[in-house]
């Protein structure tokens, strides 16, 4: 059987395809169109597993442009199809955080990778990739080149969570000649500060694994280590496991 | 037939309206209510029509916030707006205003409130279980019945407030056996549905009418035909006043597949179960016992709530949880960790939503739900 999960998230869309045990994946930018972006993720798919669309049995769709596309099979949120995702990868993992583009989760997860329980900010930038993004063009940099620019040795706490205050505080950090590095880490910390408080509102069972397009920032996951005091599994294919999950789900016919 | 009943509770705010502007043209007088801790006997036994005024609608609130800081709880600020821009008519047309300390906010804006209608601002005591709580609250219903006899020229018997106590025992029986149709699987009822026969009674200006259409809609339903069980999840939501303006969070729910089968806040089951007793010797006293007992958050402690909840979760047989604080509302933001323990307690999903009466985040309480609803196993 061949079926696909799309994650159609604010900032990328992630692509999934299972077909008889082989696997290809891909990630595009949404842009303003969460409708192209699944279609170009469908032909993307197609184009690298050589299969016709009409092979595909079922394609599940989430993240937050799952409503705007027609070709769903189904749509399913982006909290259970995280959760299917990293049950498959980890199978020990019972909590997961993501942070992705506009929002933050976090999410328990039971021995099949059910979900027991989720918390979610999605009202404020702060504590997303939103966040990084503005903070990092104040910085000069681009929002890549954050994770490895930082130096905790020198750290300088931001203390406004608001994205807005934060902004003029780096900038005022910035005249005052306090290193870059510094500023950097102290921003992952700020975003780490804020995601752990609420992963220990809903209550952290170890292992813990780190999702999402901000996972790719070790910057941002030492500083969760180091807030929350546990180890933190960053999978290889972070960004895909919402897209995974989705596919394991629409294979299981779930 | 059920629809037809349905459409009776629809209309029922214009159809009061226009009979209360009648009423008010033959000299009869009318007294505004905001909360369910007001003792609407009292209003009834003076002869005069208790209602119950808008504050259930975002637009008036840009208007409140002229005079109002911005991080009120909408209600406040819906409820004010609507006074001062004379948009409710209720409003327009109550001859006194009746109001309660059950929180800050309503506290002070009751104040401010004064500029435009005579306003009876009612202490209610925090602590649910000292003797010197009881005893306030006894003093100031007493407080109320002479305001009411000497704003409303009248003189209120004794008689006439066992009489009223009567009629409001006779409809809270009446809208309970409403709710508990939906204990049935399938339920009868929408969420919206009972939201909207259970909100009609805030503007009812003939309660016997009342009594007698909910009756009428328990008979109908009861010869319903049944369908047989369903997958919909039962979800039961509890917290904040919900009302006809803002059931966003029912009718997102229903829209995502599952059914609001109960509701514990004010306009739901909160004082059903609260029988004034009728055989006692000083109505006032009865009058307080019952209203003493209700479970609103702004009591400390509230167990009542707890047992209510605990027991409604077994009775409707439901799935879930949605717990729903309307923004800067302290007293049930905090009070949903308890309500948070007690479900999770049961092996229930549980969700607690923080909104307000816009629709700005229409999309992210959507996601939360689905993902809750995802949660149940059918």
């Not at chain 1, 972006?37 to 769709?61: N, P």
């Not at chain 2, 205003?97 to 004064?114: L, N, Q, S, V, Y």
């Amino acid at each position: 059987m061949i079926v696909m999960g799309i994650d159609i998230g604010s900032v990328a869309a992630k692509g999934y395809i299972i077909s008889s045990g082989h696997h290809h994946r891909t990630i595009i930018p949404t842009g303003w169109s969460p409708r192209e972006a699944g279609q170009t993720i469908i032909d993307q798919l197609l184009d690298a597993s050589r299969i016709e669309r009409d092979q595909v049995e079922r394609i599940y769709v989430t993240g937050y442009g799952r409503v705007a596309f027609e070709q769903a099979d189904k749509t399913i949120t982006e909290i259970k199809c995280h959760a299917r995702g990293i049950a498959e990868l980890y199978p020990e993992v019972r909590t997961i955080i993501d942070i992705g583009g506009q929002d933050s989760k976090v999410i328990r997860i039971g021995e099949k990778g059910q979900v027991l329980d989720f918390a979610m900010n999605d009202k404020c930038a702060a504590g997303t990739g939103r966040f990084l993004q503005v903070m990092a063009t104040a910085l000069g940099l681009d929002v890549s080149e954050l994770g490895d620019a930082e130096e905790p040795g020198e750290m300088q706490m931001i203390s406004s969570m608001c994205t807005v205050f934060a902004e003029s505080e780096i900038i005022g950090s910035l005249a005052r000649g306090n290193p870059k590095g510094g500023i950097i880490a102290g921003l992952h910390q700020s975003v780490g500060k804020r995601v752990a408080a609420m992963a220990r509102r809903m209550g952290i069972r170890e292992q813990v694994a780190f999702t999402g397009g901000v996972a790719i920032n070790p910057g941002v996951k030492r500083a969760l280590e180091e807030e929350l005091g546990t180890r933190i599994i960053v999978p290889e294919a972070c960004q895909y496991t919402g897209a995974l999950g989705a596919a394991l789900l629409a294979l299981e016919n779930r | 037939m059920l629809d037809q009943f349905m459409e009776g509770f629809a209309s029922a705010r214009e159809v009061n309206l226009m009979r209360i502007k009648e009423a008010k043209d033959n000299g009869l007088k009318v007294v505004g209510i905001y909360c369910t801790y007001c003792p609407q006997e009292l209003i009834l036994a003076a002869g005069a029509i208790p209602v119950g005024l808008c504050g259930m609608s975002e637009t008036p609130i840009a208007v409140a916030e002229e005079t109002l800081p911005r991080n009120l709880c909408p209600l406040v600020k819906s409820s004010y707006g609507f006074a001062v821009s004379d948009t409710c008519p209720f409003f327009h047309f109550s001859d006194l205003i009746i109001g309660e300390t059950t929180c800050d906010g309503k506290k002070k804006m009751f104040e401010i409130m004064r500029d435009l209608k005579p306003v009876h601002v009612m202490q209610l005591p925090h602590l649910s279980n000292t003797k010197a709580s009881f005893d306030l609250w006894v003093e100031e219903i007493r407080c109320l019945r002479s305001r009411l006899e000497q704003e409303l020229q009248v003189t209120i018997s004794d008689q006439d407030i066992w009489a009223a106590a009567d009629m409001i025992n006779k409809e809270k029986k009446a809208i309970k056996a409403m709710f508990d149709l939906n204990r049935a699987d399938p339920p009868p009822l929408s969420g919206m549905d009972m939201l909207t026969a259970a909100w009609s009674r805030s503007f009812s200006s003939n309660k016997g009418e009342m009594v007698d259409n909910l009756n009428g809609l328990v008979r109908e339903a009861a010869n319903q035909p049944k369908n047989g069980k369903t997958k919909a999840p039962r979800v039961l939501l509890t917290g904040c006043p919900v009302g006809l303006g803002t059931e966003k969070v029912i009718r997102l729910t229903e829209e995502l597949g599952a059914n609001i089968v109960a509701m514990e806040n004010c306009s739901g089951y909160k004082t059903l179960e609260l029988q004034t007793d009728i055989q006692g010797t000083d109505p006032i006293v009865e009058l307080a016992k019952t209203y003493m007992a209700i479970p609103c958050s702004c009591m400390s402690p509230n167990p009542y709530r707890m047992e209510l909840l605990d027991s409604m979760l077994d009775d409707f047989q439901a799935d879930a949880v949605i717990d729903l604080t309307w923004q800067a509302c302290h007293t049930y933001n905090i009070e949903a960790f308890e309500v948070g323990k007690l479900v999770k307690s049961k092996g229930l999903p549980y969700l607690h939503l923080e909104s307000d009466y816009s629709n700005s985040d229409l999309e992210s309480l959507k996601v939360r739900i689905e993902a809750m609803l995802e949660m149940v196993e059918i």
